[in-house]
């Protein structure tokens, strides 16, 4: 109700206004970060720490490693390993779950088992990826995408399941039936959870990208960053997990930017509605 | 155009639902419920709360199955929702798709019913047109207020031109002014297109102003108490016929059914 009379307000207001309202509300989520990254540029300057240099020449440095001495290539590898592994999660994830919310039978009889891959950390099974599909790219996808199913196919059970009754019952009203019937109601009735679970899943993706290169490997930021810290090269470690940081954050908010457009009716209802 | 064609739409006969049959919570819900609707006609279902009228109207429409008895909609026996039935829920923000606009929620069931891609555009426009909502096919259903959402929702079992209206409780939901003009609507409708309507409603007024015939229920679990012919004839307005005599005087009567121990 309050964003209601927000926004009715905001109408009346001179352009100027809305600039300025504009303005804040990119400012507001960025003032933390912007502090953070000050007091981390002061705190630095005069360090001597060989564990801690300054900030100037951390980013000195990953200009030099990650431009200049052709670093990048770790990077796209990460990223083509990430990408390929999280789609492939992600589409087991979505059509599992379906399968899943579907056929009740199947349900019951796969639920322990579920959970127990659930629960049971990705990266204990590295070793026996390695032992299945050996040292190259094909078990880091594996692992990112055994990793990302999860999330995603229990958010996208759960969604669908948590479907309205009425809707169900509207449906068989208009006759839709079989593949229309999901793709006009179940699919996205259950979106906005399936993409909660899909963020959980890119979450987990990246983190399974970096164990993965950490092991057994020869290229990827996670093997950049242990490489570096083996050769005591501590401010090229630092520029590693800059990267890494930044092409997480990048990631996000790409994620979040295809949600948003995607279920534009979703936050859009919901904002109008002030849920 | 089907008024002029004669006939029995919907044949209900010795109807009885019972929840979890079988089982120690076994809940009789419809004792024994029979009433026919004849081609055109307006029939209300009233009765007091908790007089299972959603049940009955759940075995009619063919989303229930009765545990014995008939229903039989056009000579046929049912066993899913026919093709030809057009149904609308009370809560509009629950039964319309809010991912889709609202000429994507009304193409829903022409879709389903394989009318060509090119003819659906019409006859979407043809629907809003006629709950006099033209121009909102490109907006969301939760963009409107509840009563035009309503709208949307009997447009939606309109566009498939269906040969019964079955309506649960369709102005529940809507404030007293909104009530009026969709109970005027639906009216309208009714005369232009020359549908059957079956509405379920607990508001006896409502009841009366609507229909041709009001099949008034009983206490849990149903039996129909009366089935009482309204002649109030076609044209009626909401200041003049509810102040009638005869309205007042079937209103008597249908209260002193549905509410016998105020007497």
Redesign the interface.
């Known amino acids: 109700m309050s964003r209601l009379t927000t926004s009715a307000v905001r109408v009346s207001r001179p352009s100027s206004a809305i600039r300025l309202k504009g303005i804040g509300r990119v400012l507001t989520p960025l003032w933390l970060p912007v502090l953070l990254l000050v007091a981390w540029w002061a705190l630095s300057a005069r360090s001597t720490s060989p564990f801690f240099p300054p900030l100037p020449d951390i980013l000195v440095e990953t200009w030099n490693q990650w431009v200049v001495f052709g670093a990048w290539t770790n990077a796209v590898s990460s990223v083509q390993n990430l990408l390929i592994g999280y789609v492939a999660g992600v589409l087991i994830g979505v059509i599992g779950g379906s399968l899943l919310w579907r056929l009740r039978l199947l349900r019951t009889a796969t639920n322990p088992i579920i959970y127990f891959l659930y629960v049971l950390p990705a990266p204990a099974l590295l070793p026996a990826m390695i032992a299945i599909f050996g040292i190259g790219d094909m078990r880091k996808i594996a692992l990112i995408a055994l990793g990302a199913i999860w999330p995603t196919l229990l958010n996208t059970l759960d969604g669908m399941r948590g479907i309205d009754a009425v809707k169900f019952d509207t449906a068989r009203a208009l006759r839709l039936g079989g593949w229309r019937r999901y793709f006009s109601l179940v699919l996205p009735g259950a979106a906005p959870q399936i993409a909660a679970g899909m963020r959980a899943s890119l979450t987990v993706g990246i983190i399974l990208v970096v164990v993965s290169e950490m092991v057994a490997s020869n290229s990827g930021i996670g093997y950049f960053i242990l490489q570096a810290q083996a050769e005591f090269a501590i401010k090229k470690m630092w520029t590693g997990i800059l990267v890494l940081a930044i092409l997480g954050t990048v990631l996000n908010y790409l994620f979040m930017f295809a949600e948003r457009l995607v279920l534009r009716w979703y936050y859009r209802s919901r904002a109008l509605h002030g849920a | 155009m089907s008024l002029t064609q004669t006939g029995t739409v919907l044949a209900v006969d010795g109807l009885r639902k019972i929840y979890n049959e079988g089982t120690d919570q076994a809940n009789l819900a419809i004792d024994d419920v029979s009433f026919h609707v004849d081609r055109g006609e307006f029939v209300c279902i009233v009765g007091p709360s908790g007089a299972g009228k959603t049940t009955l109207l759940r075995c009619i429409?063919g989303?229930a199955q009765a545990s014995a008895g008939s229903v039989m909609f056009e000579g046929r026996r049912l066993t899913?929702?026919p093709?030809e039935?057009?149904?609308v829920?009370q809560?509009y923000s629950?039964?319309l798709?809010?991912?889709?606009t609202n000429a994507k929620n009304i193409a829903?069931?022409l879709?389903?019913?394989r009318v060509p891609k090119a003819e659906r555009a019409a006859r979407v426009d043809e629907s809003l047109r006629s709950v006099g909502l033209a121009h909102v096919g490109k907006m969301?259903p939760?963009?409107l207020s509840g009563g035009m959402q309503q709208r949307v929702a009997i447009a939606?079992?309109l566009s498939y031109r269906p040969e019964l209206l079955l309506m649960d409780e369709p102005f529940a939901s809507v404030d007293a002014q909104t009530r009026f003009d969709l109970e005027d609507l639906i009216l309208r409708v009714r005369r232009e297109l020359g549908i059957t309507v079956v509405l379920v409603t607990h508001d006896i007024d409502e009841a009366i102003y609507l229909s041709d015939r009001v099949v008034v229920l009983s206490k849990n679990p149903s039996v129909v108490k009366e089935i009482v012919p309204v002649e109030l004839g076609n044209e009626r307005s909401q200041v003049q016929t509810r102040s009638s005599e005869e309205f007042l005087a079937l209103r008597n009567h249908l209260l002193s059914l549905v509410m016998p121990h105020e007497k």
Request: proline content about 8%.
């Open positions: 429409s989303l899913s929702v093709d039935l057009g149904l829920f809560d629950r039964s798709y809010p991912w889709f829903l069931p879709a389903a019913r969301y939760w963009e939606r079992s």
